[in-house]
């Protein structure tokens, strides 16, 4: 079965760097779109960035130039690289996968709190 587990979330000040990992099981990865999303409490879930099969990239506004989504086939993860770290990307960020875009299995989250 599918399975997506995130780690590297933590708690950082202003201006740091986490990186988010991800290892996928159960389902072809080099042919699946990945993403990373996260939830901030009261607010809705947002697409932070994802990462198509063919390596293509997108961020979400407010991440571009700070964060950086890559995949290792090889190992089956997909990694969000965060730098300049603010507090408004406080969040339970998930990793998701699906074809393309159209995100079907979901990880269980890793937090990241920004102070």
């Known amino acids: 079965h599918v399975q997506l587990v995130e780690s590297g979330g933590g708690s950082v000040q202003t201006g740091g760097s986490l990186t988010l990992s991800c290892t996928a099981s159960?389902?072809?990865?080099?042919?699946?779109?990945m993403g990373w999303y996260r939830q901030a409490p009261g607010n809705e879930c947002e697409v932070v960035s994802t990462?198509?099969?063919?390596?293509?990239?997108n961020y979400r506004d407010s991440v571009k130039g700070r964060f950086t989504i890559s995949r290792d086939n090889a190992k089956n993860t997909v990694s969000l690289q965060m730098s300049n770290l603010k507090p408004e990307d406080t969040a339970r960020y998930y990793c998701?996968?699906?074809?393309?875009?159209?995100?079907?299995?979901w990880g269980q989250g890793t937090q990241v709190t920004v102070s």
């Open positions: 998701a996968a699906g074809v393309s875009t159209n995100f079907g299995y």
């Open positions: 990462i198509l099969s063919d390596g293509r990239t």
């Open positions: 159960g389902f072809a990865f080099a042919d699946a779109g």
